[in-house]
Nanobody, 118 residues
Framework: VQLQASGGGLVQAGDSLKLSCTVS????????MGWFRQAPGKEREFVAS????????TVADSVKGRFTISTNNDKNTLYLQMNSLKPEDTADYYC????????????WGQGTQVTVSS
């Protein structure tokens, strides 16, 4: 499984961005996909996750009501719609996949940088 994240950029507070993560090959083994972020000098934190087969989502309290995670299985793509962005959302965002028999996320994409200016 290979993951490729894209869509980051420099925006102003209150703006929106949509991140994408394309998934190549062996998608049948994926149970859950997620977005994580890591701000400079901070540890990586969970943002949101979704069952690859559809439905169940989990969103961190810090972004609840502003960020939405979704998938397009026909396009093998994971999305993160980010609205009402705040300067504290500035971070490198990573997509990740967890296999059916994995205890955690075992496939990671490279980060895409999101910078929110005040």
């Amino acid at each position: 499984v290979q993951l490729q994240a894209s869509g980051g950029g420099l925006v102003q507070a209150g703006d929106s961005l949509k991140l994408s993560c394309t998934v190549s090959v062996h998608t049948a083994i994926i149970y859950t996909m997620g977005w994580f972020r890591q701000a400079p000098g901070k540890e990586r934190e969970f943002v949101a996750s979704i069952r690859w087969s559809g439905g169940s989502t989990t969103v961190a309290d810090s972004v609840k009501g502003r960020f939405t995670i979704s998938t397009n299985n026909d396009k093998n793509t994971l999305y993160l719609q980010m609205n009402s962005l705040k300067p504290e959302d500035t971070a490198d965002y990573y997509c990740a996949a967890r296999g059916y028999f994995s205890a955690g996320y075992n496939f990671w994409g490279q980060g895409t940088q999101v910078t929110v200016s005040s």
